[in-house]
């Protein structure tokens, strides 16, 4: 397994982005993953890890690189800003296209607050073949000016699938069944999954009050069954 860090330059600011990328001279798809607030820590490596095990070329950026040092996670949300985020997804896309001449379709996956950023990029970003929310917040709400990321669902052009926990209050159920009523207002291929006694960040490993095992295997055997069938034949 080949894993590494590279820098890329959006709108004037050096953003790193975490790759991982098959060795083997074969067509294969890439998946772009969204962090969560902690930033491209060991959880966010382990995921780009997992899906280069399974031949995936992958890329991780990381978002909060407009940002300085020492700030606190509700410091850098109210610093967010969709358009900026649109810009990072934007270049981490071309950093793994440019470094891989195998490339095919691409997926994009994001958790917690990545997995807003997740929603968003499929919405802007024209040319996804699939994407997966796990438990994405602030999905009803702007980061910025303009339309909110729900309201951005017309430009959803790939099935989307989203996984949540009952208990969890960002995004609350209510919350998903509003996500849920406007894609299907739209006509737009979706799935959501739902795990009782479960709240936020429950594939988070390193975290044992959140982490739910059961729920955790359960999402991601979905998730890589969701991008085999979506990405693959399509490659």
Known sequence: MTTRWETTTVNGSPMRVYLGIPDRPRRHPGIIVAQHGSGVDAFLQDVVHRLHREGYAVAAPELF?????????????????????????????????????????????????????????ACAIPGFKAAAVFYGGNILKAWGDGPTA???????DCPLIGFFGAEDKNPSPEDVNLIHQELARLGKWHEFHSYQDTGHAFL?????????????????????????????DAA
């Open 204 to 232: 988070s490993f390193g975290n044992p009050d959140r982490y739910r095992p059961r729920a955790a295997r359960g999402a991601w055997g979905e998730l890589l069954a969701f991008f085999d069938d979506r990405l693959w």
């Open 150 to 156: 729900l309201e951005r669902s017309e430009g959803l």
């Open 65 to 121: 690189h407009r940002q300085p040092e020492g700030l606190g996670l509700t410091e850098r949300l109210v610093l967010m800003r969709d358009d900026d985020l649109v810009a990072d997804i934007s270049a981490a896309i071309a950093v793994l296209r440019g470094l891989d001449p195998h490339l095919g379709t691409l997926g994009v996956v994001g958790f917690c607050m990545g997995g807003r950023v997740s929603y968003l990029a």
